[in-house]
């Protein structure tokens, strides 16, 4: 029949069940017929095109032959219901090794047009081409009301060719298109044979996961979760269109909500992609011709899919307790020691001397000067007098003798103490650390005896000093502040790209347990983080508490808080809590979206943590010569400047790395020149020739062994562990550069820290039970901690799809995975390592500090 003017006269002629298809009246419809020259009717002829049409049936193979000359309609029909969904499916096979042209098929049914040629080509990586002679699609569902309907659709099969061209045809039912909840169904995809299914919500479950697994780590793939409509987006260069989406190698899964899908049902899809580069597969060959077809080879995988509920509110509020519950613990905890320790306190007596005092130290304790006189400040004792010359042993000893009324120049001595030193505090500025003139002399003099006492290493104001220290806190507030603000607002950016998106591979997730909350996709990951705050914050509580019992004893002239003891600064403490609860918030935003582009935002403040302890545990027995926070902190600005180089740069690059490895060597070097002469060296043009004089006199000309030896064996062994740390790093060069430099600072900080525990048993001092139960609790801790933290549930220096291999299901409370486990000991172990550091050398409250060792 030739297409005359008339619509309605073309129309009459029509077939029954194209006549369910076509709207009268339709314009756009007839241009679509007029550009594809179809017309249903058997033996049709429009133009000089042959057009036939079959009635067809399901699960019989059609083989026929297309030519442009001729083109053949087959016509199906089945019922649906609205209580059941079934699939079909339609799969092509095209005979012919070589063919000009592509046989184009055309499935229209209700509501949808579906349209693919055979050979399907699909593009890789920089527009490689592969063919597909085998091509097999399942139809989408339109949702229908009534009870039961019976539905058309046609398959138009045509082509440009004038040669014949062989083609088999199968319209099939998939029985299980609807997979059912915690059921495994097992089916084969390809590129050109893409799968999916649908799933109705049951009632009342409002979460599920949708797991799809291999035991094939290739041919790369692609599971798909989209909203049921038509058309359903099931090839490689569409999938990505609507829906959530994540690459797959072994495993996938994704967290579907019914808030998101209106119809309380969706699809799942899984498509096998045409390359592998983007599962961390190798990068195939550019073919020499730009248009030069490939060969795909075989890249049919076997998987399966299972939809299993995820957890209910109850699991929420249960996870959220019980993270509540251990670190409130904590806080009952320290009020029952610190109720117990209020109580010994006040037990004990509030002043009394020894018997074995010597007349020095009695006259010390009585507030006298050399010339029998109490001193302006409590700061003079054991220090310099007025006139710059220590205090005389015969004046001390006479004034001691004189035992008239010395209760009475105690209590005269108290008043003016207080008052001159809260008139002082206020002038004291930061830069009066020596009050001296001879102070750079003395102290150089003071440095070089063999054996040092803490006296000799805390002649400066403790004021000024206290001063100094309580920089080292308002400085990471105010970095704190200014570092977090941005990256608040950056992890809600890659939060919001996640859910806008659906894009799965932009975030590292353990797939397998998280468990979203609102537009966090990953609730429970930052809740475990919790634990770093509220003990950052318990840590901060302690420590005020001993500062103002410390400042209380000043303001009373208490003779231990005065001369006896390590001297107490604050200020690096309260720097140490306010790190541990910046280290919870931004790990907390690291969760948020975690990878490679924010990981020094989990770490950043790892790296402050451990600097802080190493500057504390120096002051302790070093308070005049520690660095300032200025330079403190600009040494770290440095480590977490080289951190975002090497994660950026690191990765392979051998410049990278010798530059990396020089700088460690010689900062090693730098530091351990510092620590072993304390301070009384020089970087300037000279420091060759003075290093070439040493070597000279003290090696060479006689032989002479170190002068400090036990400093000596401790900077040996630190420039072994980091020469080996830089060799390891300089041959290996691993892809995490943030935790390789992490764990070099790890490592000098337990270097040191165990160096200080052997010299202070070594030195006759003793570990009182609490800090001795601390340790041991924290290293047990430590060592659960490190366990958890190693299980690797996934790795952002691979592929989204090869991390998620790592993935693993919950084990605490179906709410909790192995790295919350770790987030929540490794908050403990540094509580408990803080309180180690703040408690250790309490043996030596009562010790005067001339009797106390530096190590």
């Given amino acids: 029949m030739v297409l005359g003017n008339s619509w309605k006269s073309r129309h009459k002629h029509s077939c029954g069940p194209a006549r369910r298809w076509v709207r009268p009246g339709s314009a756009a419809l007839l241009w679509v017929l007029c550009a594809t020259r179809l017309v249903c009717g058997a033996g049709t002829v429009v133009g000089d095109t042959n057009v036939v049409q079959k009635d067809a049936e399901f699960d019989v193979t059609y083989n026929d032959t297309v030519t442009s000359e001729n083109q053949t309609i087959y016509a199906f029909n089945h019922t649906i219901s609205r209580n059941k969904t079934e699939g079909v499916r339609v799969s092509v096979d095209v005979l012919q090794k070589k063919f000009e042209s592509p046989i184009l098929f055309v499935i229209r049914q209700k509501q949808a047009v579906m349209s693919f040629q055979v050979p399907l080509i699909l593009r890789g990586l920089y527009q490689r081409k592969y063919p597909y002679k085998h091509v097999a699609r399942t139809l989408c569902q339109p949702p229908t009301r009534a009870a039961s309907e019976t539905q058309y659709f046609f398959v138009d099969v045509s082509t440009l060719s004038g040669q014949g061209t062989n083609f088999l045809l199968r319209v099939s039912r998939v029985e299980s298109f609807t997979l059912q909840t915690d059921k495994k169904f097992t089916f084969t995809a390809s590129p050109s044979q893409p799968q999916f299914f649908k799933y109705v919500f049951p009632d009342g479950v409002d979460t599920v996961i949708v797991k799809v697994n291999s035991d094939m780590s290739f041919p790369c793939s692609v599971m798909s979760v989209q909203d049921i409509q038509c058309p359903v987006y099931d090839l490689d260069n569409n999938v990505a269109f609507i829906g959530m989406y994540q690459t797959m190698t072994k495993k996938g899964a994704i967290t579907v909500q019914r808030k998101d899908f209106p119809s309380n049902s969706f699809y799942v899809v899984v498509v096998v992609k045409t390359e592998d580069e983007a599962c961390g597969g190798p990068l195939r060959f550019y073919p020499l011709q730009p248009d030069e077809l490939i060969d795909a080879g075989n890249r049919t ?7 299993s509920p995820a957890i209910d509110s109850e699991k929420y509020v249960m996870g959220m307790l019980f993270c509540l519950g251990i670190f409130l613990s904590f806080y009952l905890l320290t009020l029952l020691v610190a109720c117990i320790e209020n109580k010994r306190m006040k037990r004990r007596e509030t002043f009394q001397i020894p018997p074995d005092m010597s007349p020095a130290e009695t006259a010390s304790l009585l507030g006298k000067n050399s010339d029998g006189k109490t001193p302006a400040s409590p700061y003079e004792y054991g220090s310099f007098a007025d006139n710059g010359s220590t205090l005389s042993s015969e004046a001390i000893t006479d004034s001691a003798t004189s035992t008239d009324n010395n209760y009475g120049y105690m209590e005269r ?11 002082s505090l206020s002038s004291v500025e930061e830069d009066e650390y020596d009050t001296l003139d001879d102070i750079d002399s003395d102290k150089n003099i003071v440095r070089t005896k063999k054996y040092l006492c803490v006296s000799d290493l805390a002649r400066k104001d403790k004021r000024i ?3 100094k220290y309580q920089i080292y806190f308002w400085n990471i507030a105010t970095i704190a502040v200014f570092y977090a603000l941005p990256v608040i607002q950056l992890v809600i950016t890659y939060q919001t790209v996640v859910n806008v998106t659906g894009n799965q591979d932009i975030c590292y997730y353990n797939f397998l347990c998280a468990h979203p909350l609102g537009a966090l996709s990953a609730f429970n990951n930052i809740l475990s983080n919790l634990g770093y705050v509220m003990l950052g914050f318990l840590f901060l509580l302690i420590v005020l508490k001993r500062d103002i019992v410390h400042k209380r004893a000043l303001v009373r002239n208490d003779v231990n808080a005065l001369e006896c003891g390590i001297p107490k600064h604050f200020g690096l403490y309260y720097a140490m809590g306010t790190a541990l609860m910046m280290e919870g918030l931004l790990s907390a935003c690291y969760h948020v979206c975690p990878n490679y582009t924010n990981f020094q935002f989990d770490t950043s403040f790892m790296y402050m943590i451990a600097g802080l302890c190493m500057l504390k545990l120096y002051q302790k027995r070093h308070p005049d010569i520690n660095a300032s926070a200025y330079t403190a902190y600009a040494c770290l600005a440095a480590v977490i400047f080289f951190s975002v180089l090497g994660v950026v740069f690191g990765k392979g690059n051998m410049a990278f790395w010798i530059v990396f490895s020089v700088i460690h060597i010689l900062a090693t070097l730098l530091l351990s020149t510092q620590l072993y002469y304390m301070g009384r060296w020089r970087l300037d043009t000279g420091v060759l020739r003075r290093i070439v004089y040493v070597i000279y006199t003290d090696c060479i000309r ?7 030896i036990d400093r000596m064996v401790l ?4 420039n072994i562990v980091n020469w080996s740390l830089a060799a390891y790093g300089l041959i290996q060069r691993p892809n995490d550069f943030a935790s390789y430099l992490l764990a070099i600072a790890i490592c000098n900080l337990l270097l040191y820290f165990a160096f200080y525990i052997i010299m202070k048993l070594r030195s006759g001092e003793r570990i009182k039970c609490l800090p001795l139960v601390c340790i041991l609790f924290t290293a047990v801790v430590w060592g659960f901690a490190l366990y958890f933290f190693f299980q690797g549930l996934s790795t952002w ?11 693993r299901d919950c084990i605490l409370l179906s709410f909790f995975d192995d790295h919350d486990i770790w987030h929540f000991l490794s908050s403990i172990a540094m509580f ?14 009562t010790v005067q500090r001339d009797k106390i060792y530096v190590f």
Avoid: I, W
């Avoid at 900077?715 to 630190?718: E, F, I, K, Q, T």
């Avoid at 220096?797 to 993935?807: F, G, M, V």
């Fill in 301 to 307: 995988k076997v998987l399966d899919v299972v939809v």
């Fill in 413 to 423: 001595s108290l008043d003016s103490v207080a008052r001159s030193r809260q008139e």
């Fill in 465 to 467: 000093l206290s001063k």
């Fill in 702 to 708: 006689q032989c002479s062994g170190p002068m400090y």
């Fill in 715 to 718: 900077l040996v062994m630190g």
């Fill in 797 to 807: 220096q691979k592929t989204p799809a090869e991390s998620r291999e790592h993935n």
């Fill in 832 to 845: 408990g390592s803080f309180l180690v550091l703040l408690t250790m050398d309490d043996d030596l409250d």
